[in-house]
């Protein structure tokens, strides 16, 4: 990690990276306590988070995006060194922050505690390294033996044995899936299907907080749920 996160990057920001799967915070007791308080707004305390039955998705995105800039206000370090890779595409296509795309990547090595991104003409010389890479919502194949070995690949959707890529490999690798893309797409119709797959009792109580998802909004504002299962503001 000491190629991405300096000790100047360190020395100047008090939190490194913003996304979920990975951020560093400067240990200050005011980053220590700042969640344990009920916020001017928001109402939500970690106690009332940790007692629901439901993912919330607070410490992810209320706390760390909406509450530690207004309430902490160390500096940000907002680099992009990692390969974060959507799931609605079987091709890795490389996010930025939410829902914006970066460049497709064809494959992945991971080489002696190493991450890269093989380029597309398939020449070693171009790889990109990367902090780590991000897999999420996506069923990925094994092959056996590869926990012992120095390197292997990463390919939609599986980890096989190291090889040097070709261009043809490259090519049908960066290919869109429409009918991976209509089962795995996180959009209005993934939406609509865990819905159907609720029963009519979960469905009334999920209900809030998907209508506030299709309107653009996260799960969780002001709202959360009790430990009888409701949703219900909290003020």
């Known amino acids: ?28 007791d005011k980053v220590r306590t ?18 629901a039955p439901e993912h919330m998705a607070f410490e992810e995105y209320v706390l760390t995006e909406k509450l530690f800039d207004e309430f902490v206000g160390e500096e940000q370090y907002d680099s992009f ?8 595409f079987r091709q890795f296509i490389r996010a930025k922050l939410f829902r914006d795309r970066l460049e497709t990547i064809p494959a992945f090595r991971w080489k002696e505690g190493k991450v890269y991104g093989l380029s597309v003409n398939g020449e070693s010389g171009n790889d990109v390294e990367y902090l780590y890479l991000h897999l999420q919502k996506r069923k990925m ?5 590869l926990e012992n070995e120095d390197s292997f690949m990463i390919i939609p959707n599986e980890f096989v044995k190291d090889h040097e890529l070709t261009q043809d490999e490259a090519r049908q ?3 869109p899936d429409s009918s991976y893309e209509k089962t795995n797409s996180q959009g209005i119709m993934y939406l609509v299907r865990k819905l159907l797959r609720m029963d009519m009792k979960s ?33």
């Open 173 to 175: 690798y960066m290919m």
């Open 34 to 51: 700042f969640a344990l308080q009920k916020l001017p707004g928001w109402g939500l305390t970690c106690r009332d988070i940790f007692t």
């Open 81 to 88: 060194d990692f390969a974060d890779i959507f799931a609605d």
């Open 141 to 145: 194949k094994f092959t056996p033996g």
């Open 1 to 28: 990690m000491s190629k991405f996160i300096t000790p100047d990057v360190m020395d100047k920001y008090g939190r490194i990276y913003r996304l979920g799967h990975l951020q560093l915070f400067r240990n200050t």
């Open 203 to 235: 469905t009334l109580v999920k209900l809030y907080p998907y209508f506030q998802l299709l309107k653009g909004k996260r799960l969780v504002s002001k709202w959360g749920v009790n430990a009888k299962g409701n949703w219900r503001l909290y003020n």
